[in-house]
């Protein structure tokens, strides 16, 4: 028989066409461009550590290795690494959380996409509060369901009880938090993070928080975790934790969740059926990064506190611009509506012709959900700070 190949019938499905690509992603792709052309770059756009992970966990990844620790493992992980999370959470917050309640996961974002796929159907609605990490509004699409942003601008991006109470409608079925915040940086106040939950319990209404920026907390804010709620508040409760940024992992992918027994049941059966385990070396190697030495993470986060100093100090000076200060993570999300004007309409045009012209990175807040905003990662040297907002200070005066 002949077999006559028929025209491309491929037809991407609806889910999966109502998502957007990755603005962050964007941004990365044009910064490599310009640098593969020889161009130098200042990268603002950043949104991993610029340190190298440490040595003590390399070291762990490699006498893995060596021992054979090459093999699957169950799918939601070796029982050293549910151990080391499970004591990491006792000795921090208090918390005993069982083997049944924890996972490992292929980086915090595996832990949100399991989290989310087991909860909803489509036609149910998932409360984002804006600011969001570009990620949530497309995992709740995948799964059919419908995104309901939450405005936070009056509040500095600070989520309130009462905005979510607003929001709720009898479809709601998950809010998502990210608490130190990507994009904006602002740590919800812990006595504001029991209120949302004691709100959502009473509702019914599951709630996932993103904590994959818990030790990037800057005095006086403190470190938080909704792991320290009382029980009764965590029962619709799934944290999704990340080794990607406390331990300057981000290439290791690895990351866990930590949910009810049911919920946590549901992600394993998910993970078993798509990725299997989080990658048995990375395991050992995050069992090193949550029993070993600490001093690394002190080191960072000493790093990201001079850098986050000067970089606010020096936004201050820079006319048009405007941001309130962020108590964690490594970013600064200034408001730059105050330097545009008929030549300079969006956030949008900021960031493409800050590129051009000054060749330097940042990231469009409108990815965010945030137009008028703009993305400044300070997790890259001291050196590369201070030469690129000399930039944008310059690209800034020109068009205000
Ligand atoms: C808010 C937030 N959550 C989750 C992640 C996912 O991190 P990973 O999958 O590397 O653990 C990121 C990464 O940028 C993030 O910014």
């Not at 990755?22 to 770059?41: D, P, Y």
């Not at 992918?253 to 027994?261: F, K, N, S, V």
């Not at 000076?317 to 108590?327: A, N, T, V």
Request: hydrophobic content about 40%; charged content about 20%.
């Amino acid at each position: 028989m002949k077999v006559i190949p028929a025209m491309s019938s491929f037809r991407v499905s609806e889910n999966v066409a109502r998502m957007q690509s990755s603005a962050t992603m964007a941004a990365m792709q044009a910064a490599e461009a310009l640098r593969a052309a020889g161009a130098n770059v200042c990268d603002f756009g950043a949104g991993e550590p610029d340190f190298d992970t440490p040595d003590n966990i390399k070291q762990a990844a490699d006498s893995a290795m060596r021992a054979g620790r090459t093999k699957y493992t169950n799918a939601g992980g070796i029982r050293e690494i549910n151990r080391a999370i499970i004591d990491f959470y006792r000795r921090e917050f208090g918390t005993e959380y069982q083997p049944n309640q924890v996972m490992a996961t292929a980086g915090g974002k595996q832990a949100i996409f399991n989290a989310v796929v087991t909860l909803l159907n489509p036609g149910d609605e998932c409360l984002i509060p804006k600011p969001y990490w570009v990620t949530f509004p497309e995992i709740a699409v995948f799964a059919g369901a419908k995104p309901v942003f939450i405005e936070t601008e009056e509040t500095g991006f600070v989520l309130t009880v009462d905005q979510v109470e607003r929001a709720i409608t009898p479809r709601t079925r998950l809010l998502i938090l990210n608490s130190p915040s990507n994009p904006s940086g602002r740590v919800l106040p812990p006595a504001e993070f029991r209120r949302i939950m004691e709100l959502t319990t009473e509702r019914g209404i599951y709630v996932v928080s993103d904590e994959c920026y818990l030790r990037f907390v800057y005095p006086p804010a403190e470190v938080f975790s909704a792991a320290s709620l009382p029980a009764e508040l965590r029962s619709r409760l799934c944290i999704a934790g990340s080794f990607s940024k406390t331990y300057a992992m981000t290439g290791w992918r690895m990351g866990y969740a930590l949910a009810p027994a049911d919920w946590t049941r549901a992600m394993l059966k998910v993970q078993g059926h798509s990725t299997s385990n989080a990658n048995s070396i990375a395991q050992w190697a995050a069992v090193e990064a949550l029993t070993g030495p600490q001093e690394s993470v002190g080191t960072m986060l000493a790093e990201y506190t001079a850098r986050r100093a000067w970089l606010l100090n020096a936004l201050k000076e820079i006319p048009g611009m405007k941001c309130s200060e962020p108590e964690g993570a490594f970013y600064a999300f200034p408001d730059v509506r105050g330097c545009l004007n008929e030549n300079l309409t969006t956030s949008g045009d900021f960031a493409k012709r800050l590129l051009e012209e000054e060749q330097t990175v940042v990231t469009d807040g409108a990815g965010f959900g945030a137009e008028g905003f703009v993305r400044i990662s300070y997790a890259t040297s001291m050196e590369q700070i201070q030469e690129g907002i000399k930039r944008i200070a310059r690209f800034a005066e020109k068009y205000s």
